[in-house]
């Protein structure tokens, strides 16, 4: 040691005590000099590495450093690197390690370079770490920007792709079965290596073993299938031979414990996967599938944003929601298209028919205290001005400690279905009240016929033949809707009883159309007067006549009934029911006269009406 | 035969059953006042006729008898309905006066006159 220089001497005193890895490489083969603080260096070289050459310490890494000892010893000047990148074999494997070092030329008396004075520290975890770190960064700006879950997945896996020179990423979804394996789209590197986009594989043809692996929420990392223990059967080969991949990174993801999707890194050649490449692999995989969820949900969200909004607004009804205390929050566009207001808070009340108000307000009141559903019908004031009738409905939604925690409605426009229900009341109403009336009549003429000193047989007879007329006449009405009917058609009904008479009997007259009133009173009046013309008149004997005509004359109709040719006229005594009918009732029901003379050659029935008497259309009949 | 013989007025716009109340108004000893069939001349019988009672049927060819029905009651002559509606067919002002529902008997139509004469 006396013999060493004093400048070998200087440097290895302050290697020795110095805390810091330190290390001399000293004379023309630079044969190596530590300290404690240095040996982990080395790593299993150590301590095998002491008094050796640097060149065959470092074979592994003497590519860079090799350069750097040379230079250093030829300039005498010192040189430092940071996070510089070295490929040292540990455990006879080759691994990427990153170092901040410098050398430092020891000079002797000559001035000549005798030595290397060298300190250094590894900073493979830090740079590792913060590369990891700047890339989630990079990758969590691009994805955030996305929304399509399936543009997420392709991006991830491209920047992950790219960032550690593999050939192919890409994520599997797992079908519900959880036997099958399935890839929308993934990244390749190049023509070399196949997308596995559209297909999908049996997971058990991997190998059951990789598989359970993933199963377990385990990362699968192969660094050649063929030297894998899991990989046993040439089905197995032949399946990883399908895919054109020897290494990967298969990165698990599950939810309530059931595999539900794989992100995959393929290799194409045996690659020795770098922990932080791992690492960066199951990150990426968990932060892009957190960022396809939450694209899934915003999409299902926007969906069924789209739902709400079509069944809301497009909804014929109005759709309204209230607070627990009555108020309401929200009320569809609809109620401002129909009413002009908007129906939120106090504007409600003013969309409502004034007198539906106070109704409205008691029943929805009562629904508040209660909780109990909300159904009424009532009236909307609508834009125009015009009321249309609605039915509004609420239900409660309730928290899970049974309190009303919103009112959910709906209104309704029954317009048209209330008015049709009004309309069928008045209906039945109507039917009612005419059933009642023709009631009435049926039993004026059966108090009528019965009346005076008349046999029961014949009383029937006439009774049946006068009702018979009536429902003749309502056959007749019905044909035309109730809205009345042309005389011709009244004449011609009234007389077809005398069938067999038809020859002897005229009729003229021009087209005039009866209301139905009208119509009635002239067909009793006609069927009154054909009967007594069978009996008693012209239509007794085998040569009489009868002529039935009828004219206007200004706004009067003249309808004149004339006998000819039958047995001598006489005139009765007292006046029966058909001439009652015929000069009181026919005459009342048509608004004008009505006179029966008994002429000698036979009788003339005159009836004068005004036309808008007998055309009058009625609302009801009465 | 009546206590008293009225003197009432028909308002029926069907003849047939204006006859039959006629007769039966005969038949009771009672006399027939007037008949009108149509809103107009029944109010300006109702506004200057003399009688003690009148018949109102409803419906008027289409128009309601209420103004008739008011006519009467200003002037406190008694008056009874005669309709096919039945109650549900007097408007809410006239609810309390008798109504005969269409078609009635000639006794129902003397107890409802007893009842008005002696109530």
């Not at chain 1, 005419?434 to 047989?457: C, E, H, P």
């Not at chain 2, 006629?22 to 003399?50: F, I, K």
């Not at chain 2, 018949?55 to 009467?72: E, M, Q, R």
Request: with cysteine; charged share 25%; hydrophobic share 40%.
């Amino acid at each position: 040691m006396e013999q060493w220089p004093a400048a070998l001497r200087l440097a290895l005193n302050i290697a020795e005590h110095s805390a810091f890895p330190t290390a001399i490489y000293w004379g023309p083969e630079l044969r190596l000099l530590y300290n404690d603080a240095w040996a982990p260096i080395p790593a299993e070289r150590h301590p095998w590495a002491l008094g050796r050459p640097a060149a065959e310490v470092w074979s592994d890494i003497w590519e860079v450093v090799g350069p750097e000892f040379r230079k250093v010893i030829e300039t005498g000047e010192g040189m430092s690197a940071f996070e510089q990148m070295l490929p040292m074999v540990r455990d006879g494997v080759p691994h990427e390690t990153y170092w901040n070092y410098s050398f430092t030329p020891i000079v002797d008396e000559t001035g000549k370079v005798a030595g290397i004075f060298n300190q250094g520290n590894e900073v493979t975890q830090a740079v590792t770490n913060e590369r990891r770190l700047s890339f989630q960064v990079a990758l969590s700006e691009r994805l955030r920007s996305i929304s399509s879950p399936e543009q997420v997945k392709m991006e991830a896996a491209s920047m992950l792709g790219a960032h550690l020179s593999i050939d192919r990423a890409g994520y599997g979804e797992i079908d519900p079965a959880g036997q099958q394996v399935i890839v929308r789209r993934d990244w390749t590197r190049g023509e070399h290596m196949p997308s596995l986009a559209g297909e999908s594989r049996i997971m058990d043809a991997f190998g059951p073993a990789v598989i359970d692996t993933l199963r377990a929420g385990e990362t699968l990392v192969i660094e050649d299938y063929r030297e894998d223990a899991r990989v046993t059967t040439p089905e197995h080969y032949a399946t990883w031979e399908g895919i054109n991949t020897r290494s990967l990174i298969v990165v698990p993801l599950l939810r309530v414990g059931k595999l539900r999707a794989l992100f995959y890194l393929h290799a194409a050649e045996p690659r020795r996967w770098a922990p932080w490449e791992i690492a960066l692999a199951r990150d990426v995989a968990d932060s892009t599938w957190a960022a396809v969820e939450r694209a899934e949900v915003e999409l299902r969200l926007r969906a069924s944003e789209d739902h709400y909004r079509h069944a809301v607004e497009l909804n014929p009804q109005v759709s309204w929601t209230s607070l627990p205390d009555g108020q309401l929050n929200r009320v569809s566009r609809r109620w401002l298209d129909w009413t002009g207001t908007p129906g939120t808070g106090e504007s409600w009340a003013e969309g409502l028919h004034p007198d539906d108000r106070q109704r409205t307000f008691e029943a929805w009141g009562h629904c508040i205290a209660t909780g109990d559903p909300y159904d009424i019908v009532h009236r909307v004031k609508m834009r125009d001005g015009s009321y249309r009738w609605a039915r509004s409905r609420a239900y409660p939604r309730r928290d899970e400690k049974g309190e009303i925690v919103l009112w959910y409605g709906a209104t309704e426009d029954i317009h048209e279905q209330k008015v049709a229900e009004e309309h069928q009341r008045l209906l039945i109403n109507e039917l009612n009240h005419r059933v009642k009336n023709t009631l009435a009549t049926v039993q004026a003429i059966a108090f009528q016929t019965l009346k005076g000193n008349i046999s029961l047989t014949e009383a029937r007879s006439r009774f049946e033949a006068r009702l018979l007329a009536l429902s003749n006449a309502h056959n007749l009405l019905t044909e035309q809707n109730w809205e009345g009917a042309p005389l011709h058609r009244v004449v011609a009904d009234s007389i077809a009883p005398l069938a067999g008479e038809r020859t002897r009997i005229d009729m003229e007259g021009a087209a005039i159309w009866l209301a139905p009133r009208a119509a009635l009173a002239l067909a009793l009046a006609l069927h009154e007067l054909s009967t007594n013309a069978i009996k008693y008149g012209a239509l007794s004997n085998d040569g009489g006549r009868v002529s039935i005509s009828w004219r206007t004359e200004g706004d009067t109709l003249r309808f004149e009934w004339k006998e000819r040719d039958g047995p001598p006229v006489e005139a009765p005594v007292g006046r029966g029911f058909g001439s009652r009918l015929i000069e009181r009732g026919l005459a009342a029901d048509l608004g004008g006269t009505a006179t029966l003379h008994f002429e000698p050659d036979g009788l003339c029935c005159v009836i004068e009406a005004s036309l808008e008497a007998i055309q009058a259309r009625e609302a009801e009949l009465g | 035969m009546a206590e008293r013989r009225l003197r009432v007025l028909i308002v029926e716009d069907e003849m047939l059953v204006a006859m039959n109340i006629e007769d039966m108004l005969l038949d009771l000893g009672h006399e027939v006042a007037g008949l009108a069939s149509r809103v107009e001349p029944a109010m300006s019988l109702a506004r200057e006729g003399e009688f003690d009672l009148a018949l109102l049927d409803v419906n008027l060819a289409g128009s309601p008898s209420f103004p008739i029905a008011a006519i009467l009651r200003d002037r406190g002559i008694p008056f009874l309905f005669a309709t096919g509606y039945g109650i549900k067919g007097i408007i809410e002002e006239f609810r309390s006066y008798p109504v005969l529902q269409k078609p009635f008997r000639e006794r129902d139509l003397s107890l409802a006159l007893e009842a008005i004469e002696f109530g």
